[in-house]
């Protein structure tokens, strides 16, 4: 295998002595499409703002390990040459598009700055590939919407005009923070399978983070799936989906709605226990009080990542040989 | 007959759209009438765009309202009764779709809780802390989180946040504008079932706005779907699913996403440009999409047809469209 886009080793992100992101290790190849999954808070958009280095306060800083891209570490360079690499090098669809869409400044605007910058069009051209970068997304009318703020967009539609945004700057790499959540399934189709031809046009690479695990099953090469600020299972997407080695992932699975087999007005299956916080970390294992396997060893020892039918998992009793 | 606890009547909403169109206007809802019993929970789903959260807004007053009616209880909210639209206001919460610009950003999510407590008046004083804590568990946020902005909070933590301080008021009609799209399966699985509880327990309507069919289908006992502003087709959530009547409704079921990793993309579900609502096709506004569209649906606005608890607008018979669309949801 030729050598990867993007190396993540043992990224730390931390809020004074919280540790959100705790040592995680993951490699992007070129063209390829990593699935970020995970719950809610174990630390997924801290790590890829962290990849970004755009964190959201002063207070959350990257703390240790390494980001190489290229011959740079992205943990370790100075700001003035991030500056360069953000947009082009790497680009950002942000969970919040609301708040990281400028309120003031027209949608189309927005659009043909990156175009201008990154691709050296003039106003005029940069405005018109705004417009066709806009259709692509799925807006309506887009010439006429370009002149929009905002504001006057629908949630889904500010989420495709962020994905706009940030495919104006040509990334080689592209971090998609739950870009789909606020589309119907037919525009949520189109706007993966826009990604899908950008990545066979020009080998672009995504990390895509999902809560819809169809929407990982549709689009994901491999898939890292993390729990409280570590990553406990990662490798092949039929695999994982498969024949999930760690408890947290079969739980995941299992807890898709519509997966169940239950009926209208039923209640929706769910892993008994609430997920840890930052401070309040439990020894050994951070998953071990929800987990059916958990043992004396998983209440003291904290597993190391290893490798395991051609995958990497950190547990101490992983779900080999058995039949989900 | 107790008359229904949510009533809407041919409810119209358009945006003036600025920069250089001012005399366009965004025709965002064209004609929604809709009923909600108590204790009913309605699921609206719909393309981006169509006009699902500007009718969500409408109904509590949020949005101002071009044409229509909407009764709240019995009393009427919209027009110049202030009466109305307090008492709808006392009984109803709106679970904001962003979740982020629904907290204010300066105070901590127990500040915010405290606050609609507060306001209501119904808790005492010197219970508002155990309440805000109570409400906090329930939507799964551990007690730690109390003191932080939204800032502070992931995407999904923040949501939950929101629902809380929905139910704060113990509202009757909660009307849920994708409350649980930022959440993992297992809190979302959580909240579902919470929602479920509460319907049981306290008869809470619902309008639950989502564009996950597979929860819509587990939470909602109705479901319409809008296109372009107008419900297209309405009716008991597992009758419409498995055998949608509406071309787009049709689309949307095929186009869900599955779990198997070998089954591809769906090819494109809906070729062809996305009509506007700044300038409405004539006829119905589907037509330009339509695989199945006739010479009559160009120039005419198909009426609603109702059949049983069915509500259809197309003019296509049920089995044209059940047998152009072979997928069911099922896995
Ligand atoms: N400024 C901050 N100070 C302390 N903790 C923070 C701060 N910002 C975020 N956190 C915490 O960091 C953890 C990780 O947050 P992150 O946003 O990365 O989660 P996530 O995996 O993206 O979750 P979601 O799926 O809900 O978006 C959360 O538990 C959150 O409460
Ligand atoms: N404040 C506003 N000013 C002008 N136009 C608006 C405003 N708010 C919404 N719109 C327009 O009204 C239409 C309907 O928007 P709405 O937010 O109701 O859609 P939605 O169905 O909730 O979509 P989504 O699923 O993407 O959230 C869209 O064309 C949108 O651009
Ligand atoms: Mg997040
Ligand atoms: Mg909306």
């Known amino acids: 295998m030729s050598a990867p886009l993007l190396s993540v080793r043992d990224l730390r992100v931390s809020a004074g002595p919280l540790d959100l992101v705790d040592g ?12 970020l999954v995970g719950e809610s808070g174990s630390g997924k958009t801290m790590a890829c703002r962290a990849l970004m280095r755009l964190l959201p306060s002063r207070q959350v800083a990257v703390t240790g390990g390494r980001i190489l891209l290229g011959d740079d ?12 690499l953000r947009g082009h090098a790497l680009g950002m669809v942000f969970q919040n598009p609301a708040s990281h869409l400028d309120p003031v400044m027209r949608i189309g605007d927005q659009i043909a700055e990156g175009l201008r910058l990154h691709r050296g069009l003039d106003r005029k051209a940069a ?17 006429r919407r370009a002149r929009n703020y905002p504001h006057e967009f629908s949630g889904g539609m500010r989420q495709r005009a962020m994905i706009a945004v940030a495919l104006s700057c040509d990334p080689g790499i592209l971090i998609a923070d739950e870009p789909t959540t606020a589309l119907d399934v037919t525009v949520q189709a189109q706007i993966l399978r826009l990604l899908l031809a950008l990545r066979e046009a020009r080998g672009l690479a995504i990390v895509l983070i999902s809560h819809d695990l169809g929407v990982i099953a549709q689009t994901c090469d491999r898939i890292a799936v993390m729990y409280a600020g570590r990553i406990v299972e990662q490798g092949a997407k039929t695999d994982i989906l498969r024949r ?26 769910t892993i008994a226990g609430q997920p840890p916080s930052a401070g309040e970390m439990p020894a050994g294992c951070r998953f071990h009080p929800r987990c059916p396997r958990a043992s004396e060893t998983c209440r003291r020892e904290m597993p190391a990542p290893h490798a395991l039918e051609g995958r990497i998992v950190a547990c101490h009793h992983p779900l080999t040989g058995e039949v989900p | 007959m107790t008359p229904p606890l949510l009533e809407v009547d041919d409810l119209v909403v358009h945006y003036p759209a600025g920069g250089m169109l001012r005399r366009r206007e965004v025709q965002a809802v064209n004609g929604v009438s809709l009923r909600l019993e108590p204790g009913e929970t309605l699921g609206l789903v719909g393309e981006s765009g169509s006009g699902k959260s ?18 709240f209880d019995g009393k009427r909210v919209s027009g110049r ?26 105070q901590t999510i127990a500040t915010s809780i405290a606050e609609v407590l507060r306001v209501k008046g119904e808790v005492p004083p010197a219970e508002v802390p ?10 799964g946020l551990r007690p730690d989180l109390a003191g932080r902005k939204p800032h502070a909070l992931s995407g999904g933590q923040c949501q939950r946040a929101g629902i809380a301080r929905a139910l704060a008021i113990e509202p009757r009609l909660v009307i849920a504008d994708e409350c649980v799209a930022a959440l993992d399966v297992s809190i979302q699985g959580q909240i579902i079932n919470l929602l479920i509880e509460l319907k049981a327990r306290m008869g809470l309507a619902m309008i639950f706005i989502a564009h996950d069919l597979a929860i819509v289908r587990r939470l909602c006992d109705r479901v319409a779907v809008m296109y372009l502003g107008r419900i297209v087709e309405e009716g008991p959530t597992e009758a419409v699913f498995s055998s949608p009547r509406h071309p787009y409704t049709a689309a949307l079921v095929a186009a869900i996403p599955s779990l198997d990793p070998a089954r591809p993309l769906p090819a494109d579900p809906l070729p062809g440009e996305p009509p506007s609502p700044l300038a409405l096709p004539p006829g119905c506004a589907f037509h330009p999409r339509c695989r199945l569209a ?13 059949d049983g608890e069915r509500i259809t607008a197309c003019v296509l018979s049920p089995d044209e469209i059940t047998t152009t669309q072979p997928r069911s949801m099922e896995p």
Request: proline share 11%.
């Open chain 1, 24 to 35: 995680i290790s993951f490699d992007l190849g070129q063209g390829e499409i990593l699935g």
């Open chain 1, 73 to 84: 570490d992205l943990a370790a360079l100075p700001e003035a040459d991030m500056r360069r």
């Open chain 1, 127 to 143: 405005w018109a590939a705004a417009i066709d970068l806009l259709a692509q997304v799925g807006i309506p009318d887009p010439a």
């Open chain 1, 244 to 269: 999930p080695l760690h408890p947290y992932t079969q739980g995941l699975i299992r807890c898709q709605p519509g997966e169940d087999g239950g009926g209208p007005g039923l209640p929706l299956p």
């Open chain 2, 54 to 71: 500007t009718l969500g807004r409408a109904l509590l007053g949020l949005t101002p309202v071009t044409a229509g009616h909407v009764g």
């Open chain 2, 81 to 106: 009764d202030r009466a109305g639209l307090a008492h709808l206001r006392r009984n109803a919460a709106m679970i904001f779709q962003d979740p982020f610009n629904a907290l204010n950003p300066r």
């Open chain 2, 130 to 139: 155990a309440r805000v804590a109570a409400l906090l568990d329930l939507v």
């Open chain 2, 294 to 306: 006739r010479p009559e649906c160009r120039e005419m606005a198909p009426p609603a047809r109702h």
